[in-house]
């Protein structure tokens, strides 16, 4: 029998996986975005669509450099969502009813945009999970937190790549963060912290994607559990986006250090009556 990606996950990441899934309706059809070599569901045991926004041989060559990928299996990807392109043309118009999206969300140029097309694949009542990192326990620990009126502000500028802005802070303020970092200590000033790119370095990426129309992977957007909650209570509060927000929740069964986990879900659809009565 062929290997799946979940016969070579540690006990820890299989109960995390199966903690994510609680709030979806895995016997309907959904969606992972950018599953690589650690889905959240199973597709040899779920009816879901892995979707990246690289083809399959751009994820193996990026897989065949990346040390946490050695000896471990990245499963092909059903459809490409390609940067730009709205993701219910990408994938067609089957039914679907849930979504996944594990570390992804902060590399989105354009968050509020790229949950909203997720949104629009889903049948009423669909629930997206979102896993992302926390800021106060990862490499963005010195960086600001994303602000209500960026996410707005980007929902209209719409880039469909990393802008020399986000690219400019990720690079100029994350630090080297080598997984053994004690958050809970005292840390360093960031003037003392080790960083990956220097300012030169930064300023070099920055005036490179703008020049040469450049897709440069960074994380565009920072977050907390409490940071989260409170930009998109003001997103759902302001109308941008009509959803129930559940959780966070940042300790759950084999959760990283860094990391907590949200759910989006959108609304049931209204009795015909219902929406009568409001126009009479």
Not at 46 to 73: F, H, M, S, T
Not at 213 to 233: G, I, K, M
């Amino acid at each position: 029998m062929q290997q799946r990606p979940h016969d070579l996950m540690s006990e820890a990441a299989l109960a995390r996986c199966e903690f994510v899934t609680t709030k979806l309706p895995l016997e309907k059809r959904g969606i992972e975005i950018a599953p690589y070599f650690n889905p959240i569901v199973d597709r040899t045991q779920y009816d879901v669509l892995y979707v990246d926004c690289i083809d399959n041989d751009e994820i193996q060559r990026k897989a065949a450099e990346n040390p946490g990928a050695v000896n471990r299996i990245v499963p092909e990807i059903d459809t490409v969502w390609v940067p730009g392109v709205p993701l219910g043309q990408c994938i067609g118009h089957e039914p679907l009813f849930y979504a996944v999206a594990s570390h992804v969300m902060e590399h989105v140029p354009n968050p509020l945009g790229w949950i909203q097309e997720i949104l629009d694949v889903l049948e009423p009542g669909g629930v997206v999970a979102i896993l992302l990192p926390n800021r106060e326990r990862s490499m963005d620990y010195y960086r600001a937190e994303t602000s209500f009126a960026q996410i707005v502000g980007w929902s209209i500028e719409k880039p469909a790549r990393p802008t020399p802005t986000q690219v400019m802070d990720f690079l100029s303020q994350s630090f080297e963060d080598d997984g053994k970092t004690d958050f809970d200590a005292p840390m360093l000033p960031f003037t003392e912290a080790k960083r990956h790119y220097d300012d030169l370095k930064a300023i070099e990426f920055a005036n490179f994607v703008t020049n040469e129309n450049h897709y440069l992977d960074v994380h565009c957007s920072v977050w907390t559990p409490a940071s989260f909650a409170t930009v998109f209570d003001r997103l759902i509060q302001s109308g941008l986006i009509d959803v129930k927000l559940i959780g966070p929740f940042s300790s759950f069964p084999g959760c990283s250090r860094a990391e907590f986990l949200v759910y989006l879900q959108k609304p049931e659809e209204r009795a015909a009556s219902e929406r009568a009565n409001e126009h009479a």
